[in-house]
């Protein structure tokens, strides 16, 4: 029996990246996956499939819901993936590179999880997962807003994990905190300093994106039934 045979997941930012990974790895664990992104679709993979979606625009949000539900019967398994940097210091930051990474990153993630929390709790089943940051922990120069994005979706995933079981259902709640993953987020990080990232690891290397599809697939299954409310740290060990 394959992990998550008859499930039904949904990853937002599913088109690349650490998304791509995760729909790739569920796939081949016997899920039908939707990969849900504005950009287009970088890959092909059996029982993937791709739905435009901007998590930003709620009401594109609904409709993408309603129809995911009515094409596929169920949501199982959410992962709140979608997201964007746009980092400045501080001081220099302007209102739209603030607004921007909110809308996505946070109010994003809050957009369609108010939609498949509650159906989750209905069906009595399901399990949600949101991906933070290793900057969401320890803060990190140039990256206020970033930061406190990934820092809310720690607070929201145990606010969730309570509200969304608090009847009773097997619905559990977690994050992903990664560390720095070779992506394409990483683009516009200069490379000396990916090096001294990697020097700040336990395990003295960057990631790759297979190795938080792992941990996402495990906290998807029910290998991980006892878990909720928390958040796995992927990062090779790294202190900001
Ligand atoms: N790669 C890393 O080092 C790293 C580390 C920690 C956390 N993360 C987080 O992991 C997640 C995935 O990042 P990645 O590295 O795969 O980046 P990526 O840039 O390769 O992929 C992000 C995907 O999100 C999509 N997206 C952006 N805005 C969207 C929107 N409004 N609606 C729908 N889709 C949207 C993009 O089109 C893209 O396909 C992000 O939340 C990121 O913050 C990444």
């Known amino acids: 029996m394959k992990r998550l045979e008859n499930r039904v997941a949904v990853i937002t930012g599913g088109a690349k990246g650490l998304g791509q990974?995760?729909?790739?790895?569920?796939?081949?664990?016997?899920?039908?996956?939707?990969?849900?992104?504005?950009?287009?679709?970088?890959?092909?993979?059996?029982?993937?499939?791709?739905?435009?979606?901007?998590?930003?625009?709620?009401?594109?949000?609904?409709?993408?819901?309603?129809?995911?539900?009515?094409?596929?019967?169920?949501?199982?398994?959410?992962?709140?993936?979608?997201?964007?940097?746009?980092?400045?210091?501080?001081?220099?930051?302007?209102?739209?590179?603030?607004?921007?990474?909110?809308?996505?990153?946070?109010?994003?993630v809050f957009n369609l999880t108010r939609l498949v929390g509650p159906h989750m709790?209905?069906?009595?089943?399901?399990?949600?997962?949101?991906?933070?940051?290793?900057?969401?922990?320890?803060?990190?120069?140039?990256?206020?807003?970033?930061a406190a994005t990934k820092a809310g979706v720690i607070g929201l995933t145990m606010t969730w994990a309570k509200e969304f079981a608090r009847k009773g259902a097997n619905v559990r709640v977690n994050a992903i905190a990664p560390g720095y993953i070779m992506t394409d987020i990483l683009k516009t990080v200069p490379q000396e300093l990916l090096d001294s990232f990697a020097k700040l690891t336990m395990i003295g290397r960057l990631g790759q994106p297979i190795e938080v599809a792992n941990a996402a697939l495990f906290l998807a299954s029910e290998e991980s039934s006892y878990i909720t409310g928390q958040t796995l740290n992927v990062n090779g060990g790294m202190r900001l």
């Open 121 to 146: 709790e209905a069906n009595g089943y399901g399990s949600i997962i949101n991906i933070s940051s290793v900057v969401g922990v320890f803060g990190n120069i140039g990256q206020a807003n970033y």
């Open 21 to 108: 990974a995760m729909a790739e790895v569920f796939a081949k664990e016997g899920a039908i996956v939707v990969a849900a992104d504005m950009g287009e679709m970088t890959y092909q993979c059996d029982h993937v499939h791709y739905m435009k979606l901007n998590v930003t625009d709620v009401q594109g949000v609904q409709t993408f819901f309603d129809e995911v539900v009515a094409r596929f019967g169920k949501i199982d398994i959410l992962v709140n993936n979608a997201g964007i940097t746009k980092d400045a210091m501080t001081r220099k930051m302007t209102d739209d590179q603030w607004n921007a990474v909110i809308d996505v990153n946070l109010k994003g």
